[in-house]
């Protein structure tokens, strides 16, 4: 494949019209102009317990609840009379009365709603090759025949109800599928297969010798939380981040299999990450972790993130906010624990490389405490420079990180981790033409944070 074919397939996460002079694309006013059909209007919308809200993290927060099968919406604010989050109940119907949903999103909610609707009267689950509702006719036999995975792949396709991998084994009245990992499988991990485990006499080596973050066992009492932000459409068309899905997908997986719930927001506006910000921050949650991981992916610049709005109107959020609202003051239930944030952002439109020649918290018994500890960030790309991403497998920047940390963090401590990403771009990058080097920025760590998975 030419250079030029492998460019064809790559796109920068910088905010795009920068980049069209640079590359002297030819794109008419018409489609530059182009605006999508399922991007909400930039206004505030008050829920029916009064509470007020940007309506596109309205839209992403309902479509979160969706994603975890619920078909009953809450408000997310956080009531600071209360000091907990508000969770007043409506439903769809509520929804298209007092927001004005895009034609497309209501589509998509009332798709996903059915779905669900029917799944509680029969025996519906996702197929995993085809990703289409598929109906249980026995309800004794876990084996489960797909007719569009028989059409497409010219063979009877079936999966296991129970681990929904490809079935193995006997067909017919099968109680017990064939695949090895059917019985032992949990929910968290039933994904991530790729995720070495850590055994318990690593943990406890080096919880005796080293000075190290604590970590709270895996029990009920455990309640880690992480939030995806991933603008993957823009008001404009063109702005499409084609192949960010993909990212999404690796990162829930890789959360969840390190014992993370994980909400996920798409498409928010600068304004709707602040409220984003400002929620996540007051979860209850966080007093029952022992850390949390944030993730954004969208476009960038040298400002900060660009909202759904970027470009038609002001709309970047400052990597900046991220800070000030997880820090003490704002975040007291994180505080003394790590705060990891993945930033897949370009901060400008200039090229990673050169060519050289070879030679809030409350006063508690007088304790003060630093307003900004415990966190590490690492972002896709230095200052000034544009990060890469596929339209087809998704950013390198992420799918590398998530292999890193699959392979590797069963024993290395964060920063390890972190380095073993540099060092892949240091070192193995030049071979797919991947010419930019992720920063770590921010960090104040004072000890190893390791993420001991399955423990």
Sequence with gaps: MSGLEEKDNCSEDATPLSLLSLNKLRISKLERNEKSDDCPERVEVVVPCGHKMPLDYLIAWCKC??????????????????KEACSAKFSYKELCQFAALPPRIKEVFEERLGALTAAKFCEYKICPGCQSYVERDHKTNLCVHCTICTAAKGRTYEFCWNCRKEWKGQVHTAMCCGNSS???????????DSLKLCQPAFKTQKLNTEQIYETKAKSSDRKRLAM???????????FYRCGSEKDEESMRILLEGLGYHVIILNNLSAEGMKAAFGNFSQ???HRYSDSTFVVIMSH????????????????????????QYLDSENCPGLIGKPKIILIQACRGDKKGYVWVHDSRIPKSNGIKQHREKDFACLRSCTPDTVSNRNGMTGSVFIQILVKIFSGHAHEDDIMELFRKVLYWFENEAEKVECYQMPCLERTTLSKKFYLFPGL
């Design 283 to 285: 979860c209850n949650e």
């Design 300 to 323: 960038g610049g040298p400002d900060g993130i660009c909202g759904i709005y970027a470009e038609d109107e002001e709309d970047i959020f400052p990597v900046e906010k991220i800070f």
């Design 65 to 82: 609840y969706l994603k975890q099968a619920k078909t009953k919406f809450t408000c997310p604010t956080f009531d600071m009379e209360k």
């Design 228 to 238: 995806i932000i991933n603008n993957v459409k823009f008001r404009r068309k063109d």
């Design 182 to 192: 059917c019985e032992k499988i949990e929910p968290s991990q039933a994904k991530c």
